[in-house]
């Protein structure tokens, strides 16, 4: 038997479209009850009236149609806020509503900006090179007094440490003496 190998990632499945229709996800509880309130009026309409009133068969699955296109339209998601209805009202009356605006886009003002931050890079850099010597040397004087003071404390540490350690005497030995039995 061939085995599918099947990469599922969980999240994404969405656990509110149901039987995996991404059509019925994001529903109202409105639109649920209007689409499958129309599905069931159709069903039973296509199984009653040819039953109760003897409705010729195109009638009930034209009813049946209708019902249906009404529940899709008002009861399906296109996307999460629009449903097929007001899809299909865009899509074949395109409405549109007029936007006025001014352009940003000017490329002399552009250009400008990028002038204007050309030049004050230019003078950050100048700044940098322009910096005082004396003031250099003596943050360097200090730096170096740092380094040195903190390494003689460090090595004064050690030296105590060492110091300390020739006065304990339990970590040697003395003498070392077997026990034979005869």
């Known amino acids: ?8 990632n969980l999240e994404e499945i969405d656990a ?17 009850i209007v689409f499958f309130g129309s599905v069931i009026a ?4 296509n199984v009653l009236l040819p039953l109760f009133f003897s409705t010729p068969r195109i009638v009930c699955i034209l009813i049946f149609m209708a019902l249906l296109m009404v529940g899709v339209a008002v009861g399906c998601n296109y996307t999460e806020d629009m449903t097929y209805g007001k899809y299909l009202y865009y899509f074949f009356f395109k409405p549109s509503t007029p936007l006025y605006y001014r352009s940003t886009e000017d490329a002399k003002k ?3 900006a990028a002038k204007k931050l ?21 943050l360097l004087i200090k730096v170096i007094a ?7 404390l460090i090595g004064a540490v050690f030296v105590a440490g ?3 350690d020739k006065k304990n005497l339990h970590h040697r030995a003395e003498e070392i003496t077997e026990v034979v039995d005869e």
């Open 118 to 138: 050309e030049i004050e890079e230019e003078m950050l850099l100048r700044k940098k090179q322009q910096a005082d010597p004396k003031a250099q040397r003596k």
């Open 162 to 164: 060492h110091i300390k």
């Open 146 to 152: 740092f380094v040195v003071i903190l390494s003689v």
């Open 110 to 112: 552009i250009r400008e």
């Open 1 to 8: 038997m061939a085995q599918m190998n099947r990469n599922v």
């Open 16 to 32: 509110d479209a149901l039987f995996g229709i991404d059509a019925l996800k994001n529903q109202t509880i409105l639109q649920k």
């Open 42 to 45: 159709g069903v039973l309409l």
